[in-house]
């Protein structure tokens, strides 16, 4: 028998994919505002943020929370 769908809306995505789509959604200063995480704020990028979110589960948790969100406006607003 096939397993159903996975209903996860994290299934199948990169922590990578999911940084890079908050900062084109919002940018670094308003991430880092929302987010009160250095990376966030003092010289970001992407891998050094990658490196400090894969090694603190609260903050990953922060951003994965974030995430489902903004997915979440953009289904109620009508963007995809």
Same mark, same amino acid.
């Given at each position: !028998?096939?397993?159903?769908?996975?209903?996860?809306?994290?299934?199948? =995505? #990169?922590? $990578? #994919?999911?940084?890079?789509?908050?900062v084109a959604g919002?940018?670094?200063? $308003? =991430?880092?505002?929302l987010i009160n995480? /250095?990376?966030? %704020?003092?010289?970001?990028?992407?891998?050094?943020?990658? /490196?400090? =979110?894969? *090694? #603190?589960?609260?903050?990953?948790? *922060?951003?994965?929370g974030l995430y489902?969100? !903004? =997915?979440? $406006?953009?289904? /109620?607003?009508? %963007?995809?």
């Amino acid at each position: !028998m096939k397993k159903p769908p996975s209903q996860d809306p994290l299934h199948g =995505l #990169t922590l $990578e #994919t999911i940084l890079n789509e908050l900062v084109a959604g919002y940018g670094w200063p $308003e =991430l880092g505002r929302l987010i009160n995480i /250095r990376c966030f %704020q003092a010289d970001p990028s992407v891998s050094s943020s990658l /490196r400090f =979110l894969r *090694k #603190t589960p609260w903050a990953r948790e *922060k951003v994965e929370g974030l995430y489902l969100f !903004m =997915l979440r $406006e953009r289904r /109620r607003s009508g %963007q995809s």
